[in-house]
């Protein structure tokens, strides 16, 4: 029997530490142990080198170096050329303890990172003065960054100390659990060492999928004050710009909804609490108006550009105005969204999202009332004057570039004068005509004749 121990046992399945190290544990011995078997995997999801143990030196080798070139790449790597001792003098404890230090690289600046919270990061752990990690996320999920919830028991209590003790949602910190904090004072021999471990993170994203829900269990008092209102606003909406993202309007608009109820709330105790307070409404009524919109319920985008109105000066958001346009569009109020269409692109000239649905309309309009024209004259049996549709010998793209150059011209406040090169034909200068006589305040000029003739497009003073 004593023969049989001589060589190192291999555990049928892999231990968990959690339950090892919290709870009784039996051992069962299969005496037929030597069968091949899979390695502990540290971090309970993969093992960081699961095929070293049988591959070549060189491969070794390799996979280190792929390893090192990740974390320097990533900026995981270790700070190898300080001892602990040395790295722990920098650093600022978490707990009185001492079990786990923190020193922050880069910090974001985001509220601290919920307990509860969903985070994304990568990670890479060391011991003292080592350069390649015993551990890291980088050999998991295909090497893209870890979506770990927090509050779980998924990852080690050192970790989530340290992580809630961050700002977000974005942030680079150094962490040195010592294992009382990690995986206990004994370790998970011969993989897991019982010494001090770092901890070098990249957190990249921080989504608080509960805030709403610790918000209704607080009292009215303190529901009721700044610093709670916008951290829960801000939660709310992170939190609808990825449904928004994903098309799922009407749970965006669930979310918005919510945020203006907490905001409706909230007592800003000075005058910057309170412009903060009016901007994040701004934010709520013109997302509103784009979900509403969305969902092709115009009159609710309305609505909500009423609202917007009341705090602000609807005329001076641009986006606002845009979706106003839009919904009058849809509810075949043309004449209104043509309106609201030039009054954003005044805001932002060289917006081609705004400046194409404004020409479309513009012309749209035109050929409706010489079409309305035509039907009264007919009506009244009068004889219209037969005026047939001109075409002209020029490409798409020449009066493309007119329209493009008509738009923006025509967004300018002062006088403007753009002139075009000389030669060209007697088609492209009537094609150019037409153009810019659909844009208020735009004349054409011509000087000269021939191949000489020099054109101008102006923009003239409205008053």
């Known amino acids: 029997m004593d023969k049989v121990f001589q060589d190192p046992v291999q555990l049928s399945k892999g231990i968990n530490l959690r339950e090892l190290m919290t709870s009784a544990t039996e051992f069962h011995i299969d005496m037929d142990f030597k069968k091949k078997q899979s390695g502990m995997c540290l971090n309970m999801d993969e093992d960081l080198y699961p095929d070293l143990d049988d591959g070549e030196d060189s491969d070794i080798e390799d996979a280190l170096k792929n390893v090192e070139e990740s974390t320097d790449k990533l900026m995981l790597a270790s700070p190898e050329y300080m001892s602990f001792s040395e790295l722990s003098a920098k650093m600022v404890d978490c707990i009185p303890s001492g079990d786990v230090k923190i020193l922050i690289i880069e910090e974001g600046d985001g509220p601290l990172v919920p307990v509860d919270a969903e985070v994304t990061l990568h990670y890479a752990a060391y011991w003292e003065k080592t350069k390649i990690p015993f551990d890291s996320t980088l050999t998991m999920n295909s090497g893209a960054p870890l979506k770990i919830r927090l509050g779980a028991g998924r990852i080690l209590p050192g970790l989530e100390v340290g992580l809630t003790s961050v700002r977000g949602p974005a942030a680079r910190v150094l962490l040195l659990l010592r294992p009382a904090a990690a995986w206990g004072p004994r370790g998970a021999p011969p993989r897991v060492r019982p010494e001090t471990a770092l901890f070098v993170i990249s957190l990249y994203a921080v989504r608080d999928m509960y805030a709403t829900a610790r918000f209704n269990d607080l009292p009215m008092e303190e529901q009721r004050k700044f610093e709670v209102t916008v951290k829960t606003v801000d939660a709310l909406h992170s939190q609808a710009k990825e449904i928004y993202a994903k098309k799922k309007y009407i749970k965006a608009i669930k979310n918005y909804q919510q945020s203006m109820s907490v905001l409706g709330l909230s007592q800003p105790k000075n005058e910057v609490e309170a412009e ?50 839009k919904a009058h569009q849809m509810l075949g109020n043309n004449e209104e969204a043509l309106i609201y269409y030039k009054k954003a692109l005044r805001l932002e000239p060289k917006n081609k999202e705004i400046g194409k649905p404004l020409a479309e309309l513009d012309s749209y309009i035109k050929r409706s009332a010489k079409n309305e024209k035509v039907m009264w004259q007919n009506a009244l049996k009068s004889v219209p004057v037969d005026k047939k549709e001109v075409t002209y010998n020029v490409d798409e793209d020449f009066q493309n570039g007119v329209r493009d150059m008509c738009q923006d011209l025509a967004g300018r406040n002062e006088f403007s004068k753009f002139d075009l090169p000389t030669g060209m034909t007697k088609d492209e200068v009537e094609c150019l005509k037409s153009l810019v006589n659909s844009f208020q305040g735009l004349t054409v000029l011509e000087d000269g004749e021939g191949k000489r003739k020099k054109v101008s497009i102006v923009k003239k003073m409205i008053s």
Do not use: F, Q, W
Not at 287 to 314: F, G, Q, V
């Open 276 to 325: 903060e307070i009016k901007k994040l409404k701004m934010i709520v009524y013109v997302n509103l108006a784009i979900c509403y919109y969305k969902i092709k319920k115009p009159k609710y985008t309305l609505i909500m550009c009423e609202n917007l109105d009341r705090i602000s000066d609807l005329d001076k958001h641009c986006k606002a105005l845009y979706y106003c346009g």
